[in-house]
């Protein structure tokens, strides 16, 4: 278990490590995301009686697109560079290797997050994060580096790459975008986090069954 | 090897005879809807045929679930070929559903489109299964091939009753047809459209079997033609 | 230990119709150094990979030290290093990190002390601190077998590690190699140079067609005896390296 543990915690610093020095994903999520927000303000600024409205699909929208770029790139770099099989060759089980990358990952999109989350605050000037908003935001991208992780190797293996992987990993995201965003108007609206358990309930059952789904077929997506 | 064709001439016929039983039962036997309005009478109709078809892609895509766990365990080409032929009869009977539902809603709610659960859930089923297709046309290797589609055919299905749930949640005015039994719900149906309803279940799902057993010999027969061009270097 | 320390058996390997592996039946005992020649899409790759537990066989079985690798592949790894076509290393990280990340993954101890030891002996300790994509071809080459070095696996496999390297590195590769394959340890190498490959091997194979159809002791061969063999085999067009 200690082996299992250094495997993803090495797999985890080296990709971090290699972030802090290019900052390859955060740029390109971070430009995206500033883009988007741009695209949603003017596409909604002389329709829709108060922008306030918007935010909870603009919040969700963003993160889903923007997030699928630094997903891309989990595996696609890997195996641009060749080191792949560095990696496969590590003598622990395989899904060792998807944990280092998913947390990776995970905290990639976090970041991203936490910069875009006091942007919207000022471009839409509504101050609508609360605690209860960061749990969920947490729990849903928790789901989607889970299951963008393993459709990222997924992805990889094919012709077309990056421009399946948002054709994959959309669909099956759809109840954790559905949970994210009914609860962000929940919590918008003044709703305590009780009256939101459903909603989280369903996150947390996501996430937990698509961790547990990786884990046993990680394997097979890395296997020739 | 597969199927033997005795079989499947036996089955197709079966089909072929439940399918008459199923039309037969669809528009004579089963009694009209007195409990809507008579102007939408003969649309209800379209409920034998509609949830037949909800139903068989569902177990459609149960059967592709199932193959692609055990392909992933043995590794034999035949799951692949089973999960393979089990998700296009899910796709062409999630397209029958679809459309069907369209058809009824626009008498019945006075539009072919609404966000309601089950029609929006099914256009997402919908969608995992053409990435799941996109997948497999994007992957050369038929072992990786096989590999993948395994991968992707058992997230996607898992994904699909927490689809429903979370779209249930959001909004509904679907019909609950097979609820609880003390349902009184006016959409519910009479014991006499109970026997043509089950009926038409029962011929879809002989339906469904027989090309599902159709489309897997014809799958062996690609492979077999595929092994022969090998050998003659086609 | 009785038996030999790989042993491979039937070894079959389909990409879905097309078979590169036909039945590879090979025993290799601990300490040999074993050069594999065969022409491009012999399959030699493909058998490296399977011996390394990256390529899972369609049949027949490899053991390492008498284990099925298919039991324990986990375990089987601790016990060899593999050198490919590419680096496997990160461009973006420095010598130094490069290594400290497989010294995790293999879970070394006192990784420090290890990691000082081998960029020493590939003569880039004084570059420890560069990044990997300063670095040139031969060293980039050099790292990699350090790399591969680093958890001192008994058994290695390099896959054409002098390509791409200009005569003086391909010469500096060939010391090295010496070196590091007159110990214990089991060296299973591919290459197309057959002058350097027939220098560092005690056993001279040729793969072809996806079968071993060659397979002599190097010190009852000469070059010019193998010359005529090899071109037959491999072809002549190859060998331009």
Redesign the interface.
């Known amino acids: 278990m200690k ?1 299992y543990l ?2 993803v ?3 985890l ?2 990709d971090l ?2 972030e802090l ?2 900052k390859d994903i955060f740029t390109s999520m971070a430009v995206f995301a500033v883009l988007a927000l741009m695209i949603f303000n003017f596409a909604f600024e002389l329709r829709v009686p108060d922008k306030t409205m918007v935010i909870p699909g603009v919040l969700w929208v963003t993160i889903t697109f923007s997030g699928v770029l630094g997903l891309g790139r989990a595996f696609i770099s890997e195996k641009d ?3 792949m ?9 395989r899904s060792a290797i998807y944990f280092g990358k998913m947390l990776a990952s995970l905290i990639f999109i976090l970041v991203m997050e936490v910069f875009l989350l006091p942007l919207m605050v000022i471009f839409f000037n509504a101050n609508f994060i609360s605690l209860p908003l960061l749990l969920v935001l947490f729990l849903g991208t928790l789901g989607f580096a889970a299951v963008g992780t393993v459709f990222s190797g997924l992805a990889v293996n094919t012709r077309t790459r990056e421009v399946l992987l948002p054709v994959l990993l959309f669909p099956v995201m759809l109840p954790v975008l559905m949970a994210g965003i009914r609860a962000t108007i929940g919590f918008m609206e003044g709703d305590a986090l009780a009256d939101m358990m459903k909603w989280v309930n369903l996150l947390i059952f996501f996430d937990l069954l698509y961790l547990v789904v990786a884990y046993m077929t990680f394997d097979f997506v890395v ?2 | 090897m597969s199927l033997s064709r005795r079989l499947l001439q036996i089955l197709n016929f079966a089909a072929l005879v439940a399918m008459l039983i199923a039309v037969y039962a669809a528009l004579v036997l089963a009694p009209d809807a007195i409990n809507v309005d008579p102007s939408i009478r003969p649309a209800q109709r379209i409920i034998y045929f509609h949830v037949p078809s909800a139903w068989s892609s569902m177990l459609a895509f149960f059967v592709a679930f199932i193959a692609s766990i055990l392909y992933l365990i043995t590794k034999h080409i035949r799951w692949d070929i089973w999960a393979r032929a089990a998700s296009e009869l899910g796709i062409a009977f999630t397209v029958a559903a679809i459309i069907s539902g369209s058809l009824w809603a626009k008498p019945a709610w006075n539009t072919y489109w609404t966000w309601d659960p089950r029609l929006t859930t099914y256009t997402i089923v919908l969608l995992l299964y053409i990435a799941y297709f996109m997948l497999r046309g994007a992957i ?5 091939r096989a590999r993948m589609a395994a991968v992707y055919g058992i997230f996607a299905f898992l994904s699909v009753p927490l689809t429903f749930m979370s779209i249930r949640w959001w909004n509904t005015i679907h019909p609950v047809i097979v609820d609880a039994p003390e349902n009184t719900n006016k959409f519910g149906l009479g014991p006499n459209m109970m026997n043509a309803f089950m009926i038409t279940n029962i011929a879809f799902i002989i339906l469904f079997v027989t090309l599902l057993a159709n489309r897997i010999s014809l799958g062996w027969a690609e492979e077999r033609m ?2 022969l061009k ?1 050998r003659l270097n086609f | 230990m009785a038996g030999p320390l790989i042993e491979v058996v039937g070894l079959r390997k ?5 078979r590169v592996l036909k039945g590879v039946d090979l025993a290799i005992d601990a300490g040999e150094s074993v050069v594999l020649f065969g022409p491009n899409g012999a399959g030699k790759t493909t058998f490296l ?1 399977i011996l ?5 066989p369609t049949s027949g079985t490899v053991r390492v030290a008498g284990v099925d690798i298919k039991n324990n592949p ?5 016990y ?1 290093g ?1 050198v ?10 420095s010598a130094e ?1 490069n290594l400290a ?2 010294a ?4 070394i101890d006192a990784p420090a002390r290890r990691i000082d030891e081998l960029l020493e002996r590939v003569g880039l300790l004084h570059r420890r601190h560069d990044l990997v994509r300063t670095f040139s071809r031969g060293m980039v080459q050099r790292m990699a077998i350090a ?1 591969a070095l680093l958890h001192n696996p008994p058994i290695l496999l390099l896959d054409e590690p002098d390509t791409g390297l200009d005569p003086q590195a391909a010469e500096m590769m060939t010391d090295f190699l010496r070196e590091i394959g007159g110990s214990e340890r089991t060296v299973l190498m591919t290459t197309h140079h057959l002058e350097r490959g027939l220098e560092l091997a005690d056993r001279v194979l040729i793969l072809q067609g996806g079968r071993i159809v060659f397979d002599e002791l190097a010190d009852a061969l000469s070059y010019e005896q193998l010359r005529p063999t090899y071109d037959e085999y491999v072809g002549a067009g190859v060998m331009v390296a």
């Open positions: 082996r250094q495997v915690w090495a797999v610093w080296k490590r290699i020095r290019t560079r060749g080191s099989a560095g990696l496969l060759l590590a003598p622990v089980d296997e020739e | 050369d290797e038929p072992g990786r595929d092994a090998e | 389909a990409f879905g119709r097309h990979r390394a537990t990256l390529s899972k986990e375990g089987i790894r601790q060899l593999l490919t076509h590419a680096p496997l290393l990160y461009t973006d990280l990190e990340f497989y995790r993954l293999y879970g790399r």
